[in-house]
């Protein structure tokens, strides 16, 4: 079946880059989406990409997409304490489903 | 963001029980789904409902039973649960269709707990 992964910590330095990488199996894929999830809190929306696109760039947030590889990766400049939070790549398949990464719990510290 | 808005925000139930949960969206979607977040494990897709119809029933126990009156709306009853069914249960919504985004937007969720 189709599978999403993603590594589970990334710890950065306030100011620093912060990128989080994903791959996923399935070729079919429409668009792939990144969530942030803050604690007690449900996902939120933070940008996607279709999948015939391979960079979308949203203030901060830079998305970059390999398609021949099937990876994906959120680029965030500049990065805040309060970005602190678990980011959840997704992407669509063709059953119009949404298929989660098991999460990458990022941390920034002073 | 009250896109998406969820009750109870905790819930804590014996196994004998019954209990609803409650979805309301206010973006004018026309697609609601029921998600399982457990530790550790992937989001799990339980329920969708398009244009009030299930559409997809992702191997869910019958002690999970969604109703979706109108395309607003969308309830999860709960009877008879077990302890490993604690989780939070998120509500999302989406618009599908040639004119939709198809992003999904989520509730802040229902913290469950079963003893």
């Known amino acids: 079946g189709e599978d ?17 990488n994903c791959t996923y199996t399935d070729s079919s894929s429409t668009y792939l989406y990144w969530y942030k999830q803050e604690p007690g809190a449900g996902l939120q929306l ?19 997409l390999n398609k021949k590889d099937k990876h ?8 805040q304490t309060g970005d602190s939070a678990i ?24 | 963001e009250t896109g998406v808005t969820q009750t109870p925000r905790h819930l804590v139930m014996g196994m004998t029980n019954k209990k609803s949960l409650k979805c309301e969206q206010h973006l004018g ?31 869910v126990p019958s002690r999970f039973s969604p109703e979706c009156p109108n395309s607003s709306h969308l309830f999860l009853h709960l009877h008879t649960l077990q302890p490993e069914d604690s989780a939070l249960y998120l509500c999302a919504s989406s618009q ?15 913290r469950l707990t079963v003893t």
């Not at chain 1, 960079?55 to 998305?63: A, E, G």
């Not at chain 2, 799990?44 to 299930?54: A, D, I, R």
């Not at chain 2, 985004?101 to 802040?108: N, R, S, T």
């Open chain 1, 4 to 20: 999403v992964e993603q590594s589970l910590f990334l710890s950065v330095r306030e100011g620093d880059s912060s990128v989080i």
């Open chain 1, 46 to 64: 933070l940008t996607y990409i279709f999948s015939n696109m391979d960079m979308k760039q949203d203030q901060r947030l830079t998305v970059l």
């Open chain 1, 72 to 79: 994906l990766s959120l680029r965030i400049a500049d990065t």
């Open chain 1, 87 to 110: 980011y959840f790549c997704a992407e669509r398949d063709n059953t119009d489903k949404l298929i989660f990464g098991t999460g990458t719990r990022l941390q920034v510290f002073p």
């Open chain 2, 29 to 59: 979607h026309n697609a609601m789904y029921w998600y399982k977040q457990s530790a550790k494990k992937p989001l799990e897709l339980m329920f969708v409902y398009n244009f009030k119809e299930q559409t997809e029933n992702n191997s």
């Open chain 2, 96 to 110: 599908e269709g040639p004119a939709g985004g198809y992003e999904q937007y989520f509730g802040p969720g229902t």
